[in-house]
């Protein structure tokens, strides 16, 4: 399964037989002249696979994306993704500009209107550069090519003899020009994209450059301008608190409302299992939804944070080969030592620090909800669905977000909740969760438990590798190491498909899915073996790689962290991991200081090293880099969802702690040039090494190896007695 | 109780009439229309919401109106003057010290108080300050960069 396949099972859509799609010429209405691109962009290859696509209800089938170049020369990009830090409402035009040669400042991006765009599945996986990146490209380059040959016609010119800049095409001498404004003025031309060459690297006038290009939301974020789906905030406008539960699987027995009805201006809604109070003041609804009395059946908690392990090794779903070669007995009676170590890792949390929030407003018949998603189209199919309307009588409008990375892909209540208490109220609702909502709906990324047996011969060469994973997914679960025996399977994940009560609440996509804990337990592992070897970690790691680029980045990355095998005072260490996430190598080095009676970590300085093949945006890059180690910190050392059945006893930052200012390690970002390959993933990749990386240079400075995820101050203590 | 309350916002005398129990975070955003303070967390906890009331960092969200009465509030949309940024706003934007920037009203208010009292900060200084401010994307390293640029600037200015 792939991981738009994945998401959509989380997302749960329904594939409707209808699937009803109109015409390019519907979908547009009266768009006036200019020449119009549209292409397909994004995840392609899943719809081929799939037997069923998802519903694109009220969209065209054959395009996801399109531009227009206007008569007054500006180009516009119509796209479904959605900007949400990562940077694409800035990386995307450079794509576009380029290919077109035009001046970057003369490209508009629309984004996530589903009024606007056309359908798009969502914005996630680090697709948006990757997949859409290329496509992009390759629409810019076949508008360039159709303006050429208007322009040819126009100047009585050939083709081959005519030149772009910033959107003007003259001859060799300059003495005959046309802009492409004046082109297509008074003129409605569309084209379908068809094969046309791209520029080659060396080329290039905005990709890739050391230059700085200055972030389009940038202006917007420093003023306090930039809306997010709480800053809508319409006349009338009622904000809405919704009743929880206070356990997932609690069934309601009673309510009682009576206390709040009495307040002044409160209107109470009870629609189903919707029981929500409403007040035009935030600070009134909070204090109505606190004298609601309630009383529910809870179930009996059968497991906690600490039992989950054992639950999820029984109960786990059937495991699925993940890879596999040669033969484990043979490699068996190669061994000379043999390692088995299990690693653990708990329930983390998305933590956006925006909760989820949409404001709905109904206005003849039509509702509009500014939301914060990841997901503007599936999310307006479930609106549609729940409001029981028709898909053009609904609006998804995606503002700013304020951080996604998984957690506002696959839970959209909060949009559902808006619009239906906006249509049953008939005024604007906000909904905003408060941070014990957020925790509680999060889909978070699965505890899961990872079990490795390994082998080295009396050459310290790996002999077999032996990979079992329940409950994170199969990610990066594959070894690149030369090793002649291996059997990898996975059981469960964090997508659809786990059997009921596998994990007490939802779990989801988190910043590079399931490839956290099997880099975890993959790179701590290969450690182990470096160290009974008594091999340096990186001379170890490098014997037994063959891809060139891997051996690169590591390589890179010694030469960068001046990487020596030598001794060092006792509480100092260092560490190295590697990996491949979405087509991109990484390498990582750290150095931590460990205090032994405590257990405290500090992470001193960090090394990453990223070939991600072309790059995009190479400041874009770094910030994306730059903020994967420091989110990574987190999972390393304190985050963890503590839980007793289907209660969550995180409910807020004080008990969940996320990296601070204080932990900030010397951070040093490497991108390798590699302009001739294809654009991979940038945001997610390096997070993945952040793990292993800190617990081999804790197992550096004080001998103690970690092999729970969060490592924190306990657990690190622990191991210093313990080993 | 419901009374008048009167103080100074971004300059400008304001006032309201309304429960003086109110949050001072809720009132900006919906009743005077500055949505640049962000709820994060209702409890003072990750700084989403700060501004600055008398030259000192408070979390909007746990400050009453009662609090503020008589002193001065300053958000984010009061630091441009004359379409001018703040030289904290010209180093945020320089350093791209934000990803999803729903932290970053927050951040440039905080960093405001720091400077006012300590025009020339330590490293150590900035990171004690400025520790109880969160950031989910990472941002840390380039405010961190941010401030220590707009240091000397913003002696000047004042």
Same mark, same amino acid.
């Given at each position: 399964?792939?991981?738009?396949?994945?998401?959509?099972?989380?997302?749960?859509?329904?594939?409707?037989?209808?699937?009803?799609?109109?015409?390019?010429?519907?979908?547009?209405?009266?768009?006036?002249?200019?020449?119009?691109?549209?292409?397909?962009?994004?995840?392609?290859?899943?719809?081929?696979?799939?037997?069923?696509?998802?519903?694109?209800?009220?969209?065209?089938? &054959?395009?996801?994306?399109?531009?227009?170049?206007?008569?007054?020369?500006?180009?516009?990009?119509?796209?479904?993704? #959605?900007?949400?830090?990562?940077?694409? !409402?800035?990386?995307?035009?450079?794509?576009?500009?380029?290919? *077109?040669?035009?001046?970057?400042?003369?490209?508009?991006?629309? !984004?996530?209107?589903?009024?606007?765009?056309?359908?798009?599945?969502?914005?996630?996986?680090?697709?948006?550069?990757?997949?859409?990146?290329?496509?992009?490209?390759? @629409?810019?380059?076949?508008?360039?090519?159709?303006?050429?040959?208007?322009?040819?016609?126009?100047?009585?010119?050939?083709?081959?003899?005519?030149?772009?800049?910033?959107?003007?095409?003259?001859?060799?001498?300059?003495?005959?020009?046309?802009?492409?404004?004046?082109?297509?003025?008074?003129?409605?031309?569309?084209?379908?994209?068809?094969?046309?060459?791209?520029?080659?690297?060396?080329?290039?006038?905005?990709?890739?450059?050391?230059?700085?290009?200055?972030?389009?939301?940038?202006?917007? +974020?420093?003023?306090?301008?930039?809306?997010?789906?709480?800053?809508?905030?319409?006349?009338?406008?009622?904000?809405?608190?919704?009743?929880?539960?206070?356990?997932?699987?609690?069934?309601?027995?009673?309510?009682?409302?009576?206390?709040?009805?009495?307040?002044?201006?409160?209107?109470?809604?009870?629609?189903?299992?919707?029981?929500?109070?409403?007040?035009?003041?935030? &600070?009134?609804?909070?204090?109505?939804? @606190?004298?609601?009395?309630?009383?529910?059946?809870?179930?009996?908690?059968?497991?906690?944070?600490?039992?989950?392990?054992?639950?999820?090794?029984?109960?786990?779903? +059937?495991?699925?080969?993940?890879?596999?070669?040669?033969?484990?007995?043979?490699?068996?009676?190669?061994?000379?030592?043999?390692?088995?170590?299990?690693?653990?890792?708990?329930?983390?949390?998305?933590?956006?620090?925006?909760?989820?929030?949409?404001?709905?407003?109904?206005?003849?018949?039509?509702?509009?909800?500014?939301?914060?998603?990841?997901?503007?189209?599936?999310?307006?199919?479930?609106?549609?669905?729940? *409001?029981?309307?028709?898909?053009?009588?609904?609006?998804?409008?995606?503002?700013?977000?304020?951080?996604?990375?998984?957690?506002?892909?696959?839970?959209?209540?909060?949009?559902?909740?808006?619009?239906?208490?906006?249509? *049953?109220?008939?005024?604007?609702?906000?909904? %905003?969760?408060?941070?014990?909502?957020?925790?509680?709906?999060?889909?978070?990324?699965? @505890?899961?438990?990872?079990?490795?047996?390994?082998?080295?011969?009396?050459?310290?060469?790996?002999?077999?590798?032996?990979?079992?994973?329940? $409950?994170?997914?199969?990610?990066?679960?594959?070894?690149?190491?030369?090793?002649?025996?291996?059997?990898?399977?996975?059981?469960?994940?964090?997508?659809?498909?786990?059997?009921?009560?596998?994990?007490?609440?939802? #779990?989801?996509?988190?910043?590079?899915?399931?490839?956290?804990?099997?880099?975890?337990?993959?790179?701590?592992?290969?450690?182990?073996?470096?160290? +009974?070897?008594?091999?340096?970690?990186?001379?170890?790691?490098?014997?037994?790689?063959?891809?060139?680029?891997?051996?690169?980045?590591?390589?890179?990355? @010694?030469?960068?962290? $001046?990487?020596?095998?030598?001794? +060092?005072?006792?509480?100092?260490?260092?560490?190295?991991?590697?990996?491949?996430?979405?087509?991109?190598?990484?390498? %990582?080095?750290?150095?931590?200081?460990?205090?032994?009676?405590?257990?405290?970590?500090?992470?001193?300085?960090?090394?990453?090293?990223?070939?991600?093949?072309?790059?995009?945006?190479?400041?874009?890059?770094?910030?994306?880099?730059?903020?994967?180690?420091?989110?990574?910190?987190?999972?390393?050392?304190?985050?963890?969802?503590?839980?007793?059945? $289907?209660?969550?006893?995180?409910?807020?930052?004080?008990?969940?702690?996320?990296?601070?200012?204080?932990?900030?390690?010397?951070?040093?970002?490497?991108?390798?040039?590699?302009?001739?390959?294809?654009?991979?993933?940038?945001?997610?990749?390096?997070?993945?090494?952040? $793990?292993?990386?800190?617990?081999?240079?804790?197992?550096?400075?004080?001998?103690?190896?970690? #092999?729970?995820?969060? !490592?924190?101050?306990?657990? #690190?203590?622990?191991?210093?007695?313990?080993? | 109780?419901?009374?008048?309350?009167?103080?100074?916002?971004?300059?400008?005398?304001?006032?309201?009439?309304?429960?003086?129990?109110?949050?001072?975070?809720?009132?900006?955003?919906?009743?005077?229309?500055?949505?640049?303070?962000?709820?994060?967390?209702?409890?003072?906890? /990750?700084?989403?919401?700060?501004?600055?009331?008398?030259?000192?960092?408070?979390?909007? /969200?746990?400050?009453?109106?009662?609090?503020?009465?008589?002193?001065?509030?300053?958000?984010?949309?009061?630091?441009?003057?004359?379409?001018?940024?703040?030289?904290?706003?010209?180093?945020?934007?320089?350093?791209?010290?934000?990803?999803?920037?729903? /932290?970053?009203?927050?951040?440039?208010?905080?960093?405001?108080?720091?400077?006012?009292?300590?025009?020339?900060?330590?490293?150590?200084?900035?990171?004690?300050?400025?520790?109880?401010?969160?950031?989910?994307?990472?941002?840390?390293?380039?405010?961190?960069?941010?401030?220590?640029?707009?240091?000397?600037?913003?002696?000047?200015?004042?």
């Amino acid at each position: 399964m792939s991981a738009q396949e994945k998401i959509a099972n989380a997302m749960n859509t329904t594939v409707t037989a209808e699937a009803s799609t109109v015409s390019r010429r519907e979908f547009l209405g009266l768009t006036g002249s200019g020449l119009f691109v549209f292409f397909w962009a994004g995840p392609g290859e899943f719809f081929q696979e799939t037997p069923r696509p998802p519903s694109r209800g009220g969209y065209p089938s &054959d395009f996801n994306a399109y531009l227009r170049i206007a008569a007054d020369g500006r180009v516009t990009c119509f796209v479904g993704k #959605v900007e949400l830090g990562q940077g694409a !409402m800035t990386s995307l035009p450079m794509l576009l500009a380029e290919e *077109l040669d035009v001046a970057l400042a003369s490209v508009d991006i629309v !984004m996530g209107d589903t009024d606007l765009c056309p359908w798009d599945m969502g914005t996630f996986g680090s697709l948006s550069t990757r997949q859409f990146g290329p496509v992009l490209r390759r @629409a810019g380059a076949e508008a360039r090519a159709a303006l050429l040959e208007m322009a040819a016609e126009r100047l009585k010119v050939p083709v081959e003899q005519l030149k772009v800049k910033e959107g003007v095409v003259s001859d060799a001498s300059g003495s005959k020009r046309v802009s492409y404004g004046e082109l297509v003025q008074g003129k409605h031309i569309e084209r379908h994209m068809e094969k046309v060459g791209l520029k080659p690297a060396s080329s290039y006038g905005i990709l890739g450059k050391a230059e700085v290009t200055a972030r389009r939301d940038g202006r917007d +974020k420093v003023t306090g301008k930039a809306k997010y789906a709480g800053d809508f905030v319409l006349p009338g406008m009622l904000h809405a608190r919704v009743l929880r539960p206070p356990a997932h699987g609690a069934t309601l027995k009673r309510a009682d409302t009576s206390a709040a009805e009495k307040m002044e201006g409160v209107r109470v809604i009870r629609d189903g299992d919707l029981i929500a109070v409403l007040h035009e003041q935030r &600070d009134a609804a909070d204090k109505a939804k @606190a004298l609601i009395k309630t009383e529910y059946d809870i179930p009996p908690a059968t497991f906690d944070d600490k039992t989950v392990f054992e639950h999820l090794l029984k109960d786990a779903p +059937k495991a699925e080969v993940v890879d596999e070669s040669g033969d484990i007995a043979e490699g068996e009676k190669l061994s000379a030592t043999i390692v088995e170590e299990t690693y653990l890792n708990s329930y983390v949390a998305h933590a956006t620090m925006e909760t989820h929030t949409a404001t709905a407003t109904v206005e003849n018949g039509k509702v509009t909800v500014w939301a914060a998603t990841q997901t503007p189209f599936p999310t307006k199919q479930q609106v549609v669905q729940a *409001l029981q309307v028709a898909p053009e009588k609904v609006r998804i409008i995606v503002p700013y977000v304020g951080g996604g990375f998984g957690g506002k892909a696959t839970n959209s209540s909060h949009v559902v909740e808006a619009a239906r208490l906006a249509k *049953l109220t008939g005024k604007p609702v906000q909904v %905003m969760w408060d941070r014990s909502e957020v925790f509680f709906y999060d889909p978070f990324r699965p @505890a899961a438990v990872v079990k490795i047996r390994a082998g080295l011969d009396s050459g310290g060469k790996i002999t077999f590798w032996d990979f079992r994973v329940v $409950g994170a997914g199969d990610g990066e679960a594959k070894v690149f190491y030369d090793i002649p025996h291996k059997h990898i399977t996975s059981a469960g994940g964090w997508f659809g498909g786990n059997p009921p009560g596998l994990h007490p609440f939802a #779990v989801g996509p988190w910043r590079a899915p399931s490839a956290n804990t099997n880099t975890f337990a993959r790179e701590s592992h290969v450690d182990i073996l470096a160290r +009974k070897a008594g091999v340096d970690p990186v001379e170890f790691r490098l014997k037994h790689i063959s891809d060139r680029r891997m051996c690169h980045v590591v390589q890179t990355a @010694a030469r960068q962290f $001046g990487w020596k095998p030598a001794a +060092k005072k006792r509480g100092h260490g260092f560490g190295v991991s590697c990996g491949i996430y979405s087509g991109t190598y990484v390498a %990582m080095m750290a150095e931590v200081e460990v205090e032994e009676r405590t257990g405290a970590v500090q992470v001193k300085r960090v090394v990453s090293v990223q070939d991600q093949g072309a790059t995009v945006n190479l400041d874009g890059t770094r910030q994306q880099m730059e903020g994967a180690i420091m989110m990574g910190l987190g999972y390393a050392l304190t985050e963890e969802v503590h839980f007793r059945g $289907g209660e969550i006893l995180e409910r807020n930052f004080d008990s969940y702690e996320l990296p601070r200012f204080s932990w900030m390690p010397k951070i040093e970002t490497v991108v390798v040039e590699n302009p001739n390959q294809p654009v991979s993933g940038c945001g997610e990749p390096p997070i993945i090494n952040v $793990g292993a990386v800190i617990a081999n240079a804790i197992y550096d400075a004080v001998g103690a190896r970690v #092999v729970q995820l969060p !490592m924190t101050a306990e657990r #690190v203590k622990a191991g210093v007695k313990r080993d | 109780m419901r009374r008048t309350i009167t103080f100074t916002l971004n300059g400008k005398p304001t006032q309201i009439e309304t429960d003086d129990e109110r949050l001072l975070l809720w009132v900006l955003r919906y009743d005077l229309g500055l949505t640049g303070a962000k709820y994060g967390c209702g409890e003072g906890l /990750c700084g989403a919401c700060t501004v600055v009331v008398n030259d000192e960092a408070m979390r909007a /969200c746990t400050t009453t109106l009662r609090e503020v009465a008589g002193k001065s509030v300053l958000t984010i949309e009061g630091l441009e003057r004359e379409g001018k940024l703040h030289p904290l706003q010209e180093a945020f934007l320089r350093h791209h010290a934000f990803q999803c920037g729903y /932290c970053t009203s927050g951040m440039i208010l905080s960093a405001y108080a720091l400077l006012r009292k300590t025009p020339r900060p330590s490293m150590e200084q900035i990171l004690k300050h400025m520790d109880d401010n969160l950031c989910r994307c990472g941002s840390h390293p380039r405010v961190v960069d941010a401030i220590q640029e707009a240091a000397g600037a913003v002696k000047e200015r004042a």
